[in-house]
């Protein structure tokens, strides 16, 4: 008699957490990842483009919309296993955000002149 409500039990949990939604926590047996990247793509893209504002004649932002993609590429290289290219792409892009920053702050700073189509 006391393995009665022992299977009981059991058989309430396993129904409880099949019933509740938890199904979906299963591993299916075959990933795609073209199409887990096809979702990251829209998701950057999306995001990439909610930073980029246009007020007036000028548009603001397209530097972070930049860097959002590049943040993007370098998690999904990540994510497929390609560390090498995530380090490159990592080393690149502070190279050329460093590099180009400074350059931007010398002319802007250093020669007295107005940035072109600042007003």
Known sequence: ???????????C??????SSGLAFLRIPA?????RIVEGVIGG?????????????GSVHGVTTGAAIWIAGSIGVACATG?????VMVTALTMVIVLVLGALENRFQNGSGGERTGER
């Open 1 to 11: 008699m006391p393995a009665f409500p022992l299977r009981y039990t059991r058989q």
């Open 30 to 34: 075959r990933i795609d990842p073209t």
């Open 82 to 86: 390609n560390l090498v290219l995530a």
């Open 44 to 56: 950057i893209g999306f995001l990439g483009a909610g930073s980029i504002i246009r007020s007036g």
């Open 13 to 18: 949990r396993f129904r409880a957490g099949e």
